[in-house]
């Protein structure tokens, strides 16, 4: 069940108590009218003077049925009135109208954003998925049952669902139909397990990543739709493991995952259709002046290549998977956009 936002719920009492006010002017002005014989002007008139309680006295002499009608009007309105202004201090004094425009905000962005990553849960790990698509350059909705931490989320600038995410409607609500894929780092196995459901139903073909926390989950969550499945203890044991018996190995990997290190990086290009690189053969790229590697080629409908020779002819629709200094990547970006 998602988590009720408060300021929802101050949004909801506020439209009834609006809704209330204008059923009961209308109800006034058609008796009146009705009752009285009066125009639907001297009949407003007549509703405004009673609900605000001012006393000018009446247009003309009210017959019995106009004089009950008043009474119920002042009974009724003024009450439904009161509560209105209630309703509208408190929910400005608490701050619920800034978190309703917040919201909206945030509501507005997810509607146009397209080609993002939707990351459930924003824990400590979350928060660190987070991070690094942000580095990678990506776009990130956030989906979290936790008001605080969408408001955390919200107050960097991320666009950001209050919601669970093992239910449809905060994954609809987060774009999943436009996302280019989805993260589940929820708290535990079972809830990321529902989430990969829930998004393998609404939208097939977005690649799911899920967190493990045992072993023996990783196999589980696979087989109900995850792409990848991952214990973060293990990853990290394996880090620790390779800086203690393969420093150098470990060294590398730092500079291959995180571009911020400089020196080489890893990148994976999907080779558009037009571009200048179609056709061309492995070993060309350094007569362009690229100094990298491709490790691996991914064609359509075929296995992997690992480490292709440079006979190898790339194809529109490929992806490399290539290492190289950031300023060369850079420019094999430049050179697809040419064509």
């Not at 291959?256 to 990086?265: A, S, T």
């Amino acid at each position: 069940m998602d988590v009720i936002d408060r300021g929802s719920k101050y949004s909801s009492r506020l439209l009834i108590s609006v809704v209330a006010v204008v059923v009961l002017a209308l109800v006034g002005v058609l008796g009146y009218h009705w009752l009285e014989g009066w125009s639907l002007l001297d009949s407003f008139y007549m509703v405004v003077i009673t609900f605000t309680t001012v006393g000018y006295g009446t247009i003309d002499r009210l017959s019995p049925a106009g004089t009950v009608l008043t009474i119920l009007i002042v009974i009724f309105g003024v009450a439904a009135g009161l509560n209105l202004l209630a309703i509208g201090a408190e929910y400005v004094m608490e701050g619920h109208l800034a978190g309703t425009i917040k919201r909206r905000r945030s509501e507005r962005m997810i509607s146009r954003l397209e080609g993002h990553y939707i990351v459930c849960g924003y824990g400590r790990m979350g928060q660190g998925v987070v991070n690094e698509l942000l580095a990678e350059g990506e776009m990130v909705c956030v989906v979290d049952r936790g008001e605080e931490l969408v408001q955390l989320a919200q107050a960097v600038g991320l666009p950001a669902v209050l919601g669970d995410a093992t239910e449809e409607r905060a994954l609809i609500a987060s774009g999943l139909s436009r996302a280019k894929g989805l993260v589940a780092t929820l708290a535990n196995d079972a809830q990321n397990a529902f989430v990969t459901l829930t998004a393998r139903t609404i939208s097939p073909e977005v690649p799911v990543v899920a967190r493990a926390e045992t072993e023996s989950s990783l196999e589980k969550l696979r087989l109900v739709g995850a792409d990848h499945a991952i214990t973060p203890y293990d990853a990290g044991a394996q880090q620790m493991t390779f800086m203690l018996t393969r420093p150098l190995v470990a060294e590398v990997i730092s500079w291959l995952v995180d571009e911020r290190l400089g020196k080489i990086v890893l990148r994976q290009v999907k080779v558009p259709g037009g571009s200048n690189l179609a056709g061309l053969h492995l070993r060309k790229l350094q007569d362009k002046g690229f100094r990298l590697n491709v490790l691996a080629v991914k064609r359509e409908a075929e296995e992997m290549t690992v480490m292709p020779g440079g006979d190898y002819v790339i194809a529109a629709g490929d992806d490399l998977v290539v290492v190289g200094p950031p300023d060369q990547l850079t420019g094999i970006a430049e050179e697809q956009s040419d064509g």
